[in-house]
């Protein structure tokens, strides 16, 4: 099973700390990380562009500002994860466990979320402009300032 080395991981925190002066931004992009197992990581502002990670495993993760654009998310799981101000626009993310996920200020325009879990998830100024939210589970969701514009599958309030 794919996975991100500690080495990454722990240049990307190094990053992080000292506010990009030591260690390396963590950028993964094109990479093929299906089913990877990444939970209560701190991935802020990390690059996952174009990147493969269908099923993989992000539950508690910090993922704020982290780009997924282009990226397979489908059957991935975010399962309170915070994914504040992240790039989702345009990504396929069918099947995925969003349940008790932040997406505050995140752009998912575009995003194909079908027959996703919603259950609790917070898209607090979200952009979810054209996103395709059909069958998915919405019970508990956060859609305060939400930009919703042509949202397909949304559920009657």
Do not use: Y
């Not at 002066?21 to 990479?31: A, I, N, P, S, W």
């Not at 952009?127 to 009657?156: C, E, H, M, N, Y």
């Amino acid at each position: 099973m794919a996975t991100i080395t500690n080495e990454k991981l722990l240049g990307h925190a190094q990053w992080l700390d000292t506010e990009g002066k030591k260690g390396r931004k963590l950028d993964e992009t094109g990479m093929n990380l299906a089913g990877a197992v990444l939970t209560d990581l701190n991935l802020v502002r990390a690059h996952f562009v174009g990147t493969t990670l269908s099923k993989a495993n992000f539950s508690g993760a910090n993922l704020v500002d982290a780009d997924f654009s282009g990226a397979n998310l489908d059957g991935v799981n975010f399962s309170g994860a915070d994914l504040s101000g992240a790039d989702m626009g345009g990504v396929s993310m069918r099947h995925a466990n969003l349940s008790g996920a932040k997406l505050c200020g995140a752009d998912l325009s575009g995003a194909n979320l079908q027959r996703s879990n919603l259950t609790n998830a917070d898209f607090t100024d979200a952009d979810l402009i054209a996103a395709d939210l059909t069958d998915t589970v919405q019970s508990g969701i956060i859609l305060r300032g939400a930009k919703l514009a042509d949202t397909r599958g949304l559920a009657p309030d």
